[in-house]
């Protein structure tokens, strides 16, 4: 069994604005590509978010994912403990609970290791991705994060 191999980003246009998510997996010969749009949420969810669809699209459980992101927030968050600190404490007073028990579900029916990777710094992987996420809120269908949403109203 070889390594899957994930490149995510996530943006908004304003913090909140209209914002999306790219990801890339790589497998072998296999590639796919992923995207969406939103109509109003953060930076922050959208890059969580392209972690979460990318792990949910793998097909069998117990793989070896690499992931790599230019979040700090999001890296820093799994490599640094800090999310099971957060678990622990039932997400009180963090963003995003709604994403990070999203997350937690399908981070653990795998082996993932993240890789922070300074963005726009020329890695063509990363700027790949960066060019999904604004190209599917600039000019995708623009659909709800129920999640954001529902605490901004």
Known sequence: MGIVTIYTDGGASGNPGPGGYGALLLYGNHRKEMSAGFRRTTNNRMELLAVI??????KRNGLDVEVYSDSKYVVDAVEKGWLTNWEKKNFKDKKNP??????????????VRF??????????????????AVSAYQNGVLG??????????
């Open 144 to 153: 709800v994060d129920e999640g954001y949403e529902s605490l901004d109203s």
């Open 115 to 132: 890789h922070w990777v300074k963005g726009h710094a020329g890695n063509p992987n990363n700027e790949f991705v960066d060019q999904l």
């Open 98 to 111: 709604d994403l990070w028990r999203r997350f937690l579900i399908i981070y653990r029916k795998h082996q």
């Open 53 to 58: 669809v990318a792990l949910e699209a793998l």
